[in-house]
């Protein structure tokens, strides 16, 4: 109940404050030509110059996150739409549009930095940007070029700034060294550059201040795979306002000031469009906190970056793609690490060689593809239940690290302070039930002590479950204390078989334990077998909408 009453109060303040902009908006009169308005000089030709650029309208400017991995139409609906699931209205806004790049938006998961994605009227936060939606150049123009003979854009090579492995932006000493050879050449790339409008809307004044999604000319003999070579992109038009259209925009300001009946009722009847469309949104707020969703965990539940799990679900689609196109078998996978731009996943078997775009390492222990190439390279959209058990355990120090549970082919202790272990078994059942990949478990917990989950199975003794534990779609087993012998003996002859997929995790010591990991205080998951983690550094957030 106390969403509702948050939902009714976010209603009440956004009646509140409708009432308050639209009437004082109304009785205004519109800004004279040349008048500073939020510090920018009003142009007299402004709303027609809006007319022929096109209406101004919110967008972001896709950057990578701060460890480094680019991101996700989800992960931008989640933050300014308040739910990630309406990933699905940014596609559809920007579904065919030219980008920057020169690329085109054709899949909501092969997104990349520097695009430029209009967003919903009701997007909220910080990093949006309102205005003319930038677009790529026009055709058979140079970018910034006024000139209309008609002649060809000219093709240069260039490139679209990006993040370090360590999250932060590149800067041009990095991006010379990487594609001329030479770090001092920077300032050949800042001559090429100095004063052009980026797709952002920003201008490149100093050397070492350069923002991600800007577009860098390169000199012709730049060499590397992120080297693009074509027509320049940048914005689909320089900002105008002469002195000639100043002048006469004074002139259409005073006569707008002079009889402004038609722009009153205009904000008038804008500002109840714009309170009911409040109330309505409360009322289905309201509406949807009482009846509640179908969600399988209660609110104390954490669950981990979704970006990313969307990201590794489009790489996993990819792996199956590359498989089929070349007629080799999916190789199985115990493990997937981000490491920077490159996600590595480490093989159960030794395969080589590896189907484009991934590429074996020399033992054939795993195969490695930058994830450039997985956001663009083809995706299947056959099952991936082969990876229903895989897991984000956290991040150590090269990157993200998931491992798939079902290869422990036995019981996976999770022991550690009470807080602490809880913690991580939440975000375990959080990505084994909501993962793209995943395949809706059945969650079986027994014993006393253990936390809740809404649609998971409550049982007092492990016998009660055993006889159902077959094989098939499989499910999650979470017991409060370790099996006795007899019992070990019953789940090792289940594990014995290699198509039983369920997960045995024990919230506690075990000695019979394949996997023991420990949860700490400090935030770090250890054990034997992988580089230390630290699951408290995942991007924790809410259910979306909560």
Not at 248 to 267: E, F, H, K, T
Not at 494 to 522: H, M, N, Q, Y
Request: proline residues 7%; aromatic residues 6%; glycine residues 12%.
């Amino acid at each position: 109940m106390h969403h509702a009453h948050r939902a009714a109060a976010a209603l009440a303040a956004a009646a509140l404050f409708m009432t308050a902009v639209a009437v004082p908006a109304a009785t205004a009169a519109p800004p004279a030509a040349g008048q500073v308005v939020g510090g920018t000089a009003l142009a007299a030709d402004e709303s027609a110059a809006d007319e022929s650029k096109g209406e101004k309208v919110k967008y972001y400017v896709m950057k990578s996150s701060p460890d480094g991995e680019p991101e996700f139409l989800f992960q931008i609906a989640e933050r300014y739409l308040g739910d990630g699931q309406r990933y699905t209205e940014i596609f559809e806004l920007n579904k065919g549009r030219v980008q920057p790049d020169g690329g085109t938006l054709t899949d909501p998961a092969a997104v990349l930095p520097g695009w430029v994605m209009q967003l919903p009227d009701d997007a909220e936060g910080e990093g949006i940007e309102v205005g003319v939606l930038p677009t790529g150049p026009a055709a058979g123009t140079p970018s910034g070029d006024p000139s209309s003979d008609g002649s060809a854009a000219p093709s240069v090579p260039y490139y679209v700034i990006g993040k370090t492995r360590k999250g932060e932006t590149e800067y041009l000493y990095l991006i010379a060294e990487r594609f001329l050879g030479d770090g001092e050449r920077a300032r050949e790339i800042f001559k090429l550059n100095e004063g052009r409008v980026q797709p952002d809307g920003g201008v490149l004044t100093d050397r070492d201040q350069v923002e991600v999604g800007w577009v860098l000319q390169l000199p012709e003999d730049a060499k590397g795979k992120l080297v693009k070579h074509g027509p320049l992109p940048g914005p689909t038009a320089e900002p105008s306002a002469s002195a000639s259209s100043t002048a006469g925009g004074a002139d259409a300001g005073q006569q707008a000031a002079a009889s402004p009946s038609w722009v009153v009722l205009v904000l008038i009847g804008l500002g109840v469009l714009a309170l009911l469309g409040a109330i309505g949104f409360g009322i289905v707020l309201v509406a949807r906190r009482l009846r509640g969703r179908e969600e399988p965990f209660d609110d104390s539940l954490l669950r981990t970056d979704t970006s990313a799990s969307w990201m590794v679900d489009r790489a996993l689609r990819v792996l199956l793609a590359s498989c089929e196109r070349e007629g080799v078998e999916v190789p199985g996978v115990t493990g997937v690490f981000i490491e920077g731009g490159t996600m590595r996943l480490r093989l159960a078997s030794p395969a080589s060689p590896a189907p484009d775009p991934w590429v074996a390492n020399e033992d054939g222990q795993s195969w490695s593809a930058p994830l450039a190439r997985l956001q663009s390279a083809p995706a299947s959209e056959a099952s991936t239940a082969q990876f229903a058990r895989l897991v984000t355990l956290g991040m150590a120090e090269t990157g993200r690290v998931l491992v798939d549970f079902v290869r422990a082919r036995g019981v996976i202790s999770l022991d550690g302070p009470t807080r602490a272990r809880h913690e991580v078994l939440r975000r375990w059942l959080g990505e084994l039930t909501g993962n793209p990949w995943s395949n809706d478990p059945r969650v079986v917990m027994v014993g006393n002590g253990l936390p809740q989950a809404e649609q998971a199975e409550y049982l007092s003794a492990i016998e009660q479950v055993i006889p159902e534990l077959g094989v098939g779609d499989g499910g999650v087993l979470v017991l409060s204390q370790a099996p006795s012998v007899t019992q070990q003996d019953l789940l090792a002859a289940r594990f014995a078989d290699p198509r039983f997929t369920w997960v045995v995790i024990v919230l506690g010591e075990s000695s019979s334990a394949k996997w023991r990991i420990r949860a700490g205080d400090d935030g770090w998951l250890r054990s034997g077998f992988l580089p230390d983690v630290r699951y408290t550094e995942q991007t924790a957030v809410r259910r979306a909408g909560e």
